[in-house]
């Protein structure tokens, strides 16, 4: 694939070469006009032009992908089309369940359905957890704006910013208080 350009480059530039004058002919010599015969090796002039490589090159490359790809593909499409054929539609046998992929009518499409594409069960039951999920994540919100109202209605201290202490010293601090309430009573004065 990659050499049709090559050969088709150089078949184009064979005509243009060959292009040339017709030689005269006088008693059975050639004498060409096209042609110039130096023995000298003297100066040579070269045309500048731009290269085309960039261009045969994405030509040969795209040749070459194109037909990589396009002959497999054909194949199979043809093996598949003229093999196997489509799918004939039959009773379901009592006691069978038809796959998922059993539904389709065409052997390439049973093939994608089978190996490449999700069972639709397994698809739904993905949707299904992934929309309870969400409903316990919008019911666990909701019961922190619940939790966090209750505490600004009540003027409760704790929060999430709250580091509770150790309840002994709580204890020895209450039980110390109310030594003194019943020592001293509620009518203390300085």
């Known amino acids: 694939m990659v050499s049709w350009s090559a050969l ?16 005269i002919r006088v ?12 023995g ?6 070269m045309a500048l032009q731009p290269s085309r490589w960039q261009w045969h090159k ?12 396009l002959i497999p593909v054909t194949a199979i499409i043809f093996y ?3 093999f196997i054929g489509p799918a004939q539609l039959e009773p379901i046998p009592d006691g069978y369940n ?12 049973r093939f994608i359905a089978r190996y490449i594409h999700n ?9 299904m957890h992934f929309l309870d999920e969400e409903q316990q994540k919008a019911k666990l919100r909701e019961l922190e704006k619940q939790i966090i109202k209750r505490m600004s209605e009540n003027q409760d201290y704790q929060a999430y910013y709250y580091r509770p202490m150790v309840n002994k010293y709580l204890r020895i601090n209450k039980q110390v208080g109310d030594d003194i ?5 509620d009518d203390y004065k300085d």
């Not at 000298?40 to 002039?45: A, E, I, N, T």
């Open 8 to 23: 088709g480059r150089s078949f184009g530039i064979n005509l243009l070469k060959n292009q040339t004058k017709p030689g």
């Open 27 to 38: 008693q059975n010599v050639n004498f060409s006009t096209s042609k110039i015969l130096n």
């Open 40 to 45: 000298d090796h003297g100066p040579k002039v």
């Open 58 to 69: 994405f030509k040969d490359m795209f040749h070459f992908y194109t037909m990589l790809g």
């Open 80 to 82: 598949a089309n003229v």
């Open 98 to 109: 038809p796959k998922h992929w059993e539904y389709y009518r065409h052997p390439i499409t």
């Open 119 to 127: 069972n639709p069960q397994q698809d739904y039951e993905k949707f």
């Open 181 to 185: 309430h019943n020592r001293v009573g």
